[in-house]
């Protein structure tokens, strides 16, 4: 836990989020301003900054919601692909300081990537 990290803070129930999936060490819950619909984060239950100091186990963990759920996410709201990225530091667009992997539901002729 972080103080003051909202992802943290779902993590630990204070902030609610539409839960999408759950592990041990994994928590996927709706996007709150989704790019599109079903647009869904996946992040670590434990505060990471960026990838690159994430446990490779975690990140395993965390790659391997991601994997399950796409194809989930994608028929579940009938989208034709999904993006799915990370926005690692500030610069790149990283709002949010707890790493997080976006799953965004993609359709034809939507008018191109987030
Ligand atoms: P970033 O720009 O850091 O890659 O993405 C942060 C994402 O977190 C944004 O898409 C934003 O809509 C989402 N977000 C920010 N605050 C909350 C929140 O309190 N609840 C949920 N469910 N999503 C949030
Ligand atoms: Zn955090």
Do not use: W, Y
């Not at 003051?4 to 301003?33: K, M, Q």
Request: charged share 20%; aromatic share 4%.
């Amino acid at each position: 836990m972080s103080e003051d990290c909202i992802f943290c803070s779902i993590v630990d129930g204070d902030i609610p989020a539409r839960t999408v999936h759950e592990t041990d060490g994994a928590l996927a819950f709706l996007d709150a301003n989704p790019l599109a619909p079903g647009h869904t984060l996946v992040i670590p239950k434990t505060h990471h900054g960026q990838i690159g100091d994430l446990p490779a186990d975690l990140a395993g963990e965390v790659f391997d919601v991601v994997t399950e759920l796409t194809p989930r996410i994608r028929s579940a709201v009938d989208a034709d692909a999904a993006n799915v990225g990370i926005n690692d530091g500030e610069a790149a667009g990283q709002e949010v300081p707890h790493v997080h992997v976006h799953v965004v539901p993609r359709f034809e002729g939507d008018g191109g990537a987030p």
